[in-house]
């Protein structure tokens, strides 16, 4: 569809080689970001997704900061990062001013039944805490999705 796409990984030795091993099957082109890449590489890869060269822009978090990918306008989280800090420092790569879409689609999958399900409901939980702490009314002034919200949308896309 022409559209480009953003792949968070916590594990840059051992997910990143398996997703592009198994997009090539595909026939989409990709770029590749991770922290022991020199800077060359890391430059090259970052300009071939944003001249269009390239479809998807698979990254560690060495990618959450530091790099602006606006033409994206998907953003998937293979495993979700252990902090919302993180979580929103990966969003915010591809959610800039200077994005020219009117909305940017963003995914985590957590795999059910595994030890990060578990991390997963603590995060909640913990958005919780935050949301008691500061009210959700402070929260939704300050463009914050609120713990009730999050829950909400994850019963409506929870597969049975």
Same mark, same amino acid.
């Given at each position: 569809?022409?559209?480009?796409?953003?792949?968070?990984?916590?594990?840059?030795?051992?997910?990143?080689?398996?997703?592009?091993?198994?997009?090539?099957?595909?026939?989409?082109?990709?770029?590749?970001?991770?922290?022991?890449?020199?800077?060359?590489?890391?430059?090259?890869?970052?300009?071939?997704?944003?001249a269009g060269e390239t479809q998807i822009?698979?990254?560690?978090?060495?990618?959450?900061?530091?790099?602006?990918?606006?033409?994206?306008?998907?953003?998937?989280?293979?495993e979700r990062p252990p902090l919302h800090?993180?979580?929103?420092? @990966?969003? &915010?790569?591809?959610?800039?001013?200077?994005?020219?879409? $009117?909305?940017?689609? /963003? !995914?985590?999958?957590? #795999?059910? %039944?595994?030890?990060?399900?578990?991390?997963?409901?603590?995060?909640?939980? @913990?958005? &919780?805490?935050?949301?008691?702490?500061?009210?959700?009314? $402070?929260?939704?002034? /300050? !463009?914050?999705?609120? #713990?009730? %919200?999050?829950?909400?949308?994850?019963?409506?896309?929870?597969?049975?």
């Open positions: 569809q022409g559209e480009q796409a953003v792949v968070f990984t916590y594990f840059a030795s051992t997910v990143l080689p398996l997703l592009t091993a198994s997009t090539g099957g595909y026939g989409w082109s990709y770029s590749v970001n991770k922290g022991d890449m020199s800077l060359t590489a890391r430059n090259a890869s970052i300009r071939a997704f944003r822009f698979f990254t560690s978090d060495a990618g959450a900061k530091g790099i602006n990918l606006p033409e994206a306008t998907y953003l998937l989280h293979y800090s993180l979580l929103i420092q @990966r969003a &915010d790569r591809i959610h800039r001013i200077d994005s020219k879409a $009117e909305s940017v689609w /963003m !995914d985590s999958l957590v #795999a059910r %039944d595994t030890i990060e399900e578990g991390l997963y409901n603590l995060n909640l939980r @913990r958005n &919780d805490w935050s949301d008691k702490l500061l009210g959700d009314d $402070e929260a939704s002034e /300050m !463009d914050f999705v609120s #713990a009730a %919200d999050r829950r909400n949308l994850l019963r409506i896309g929870k597969a049975n």
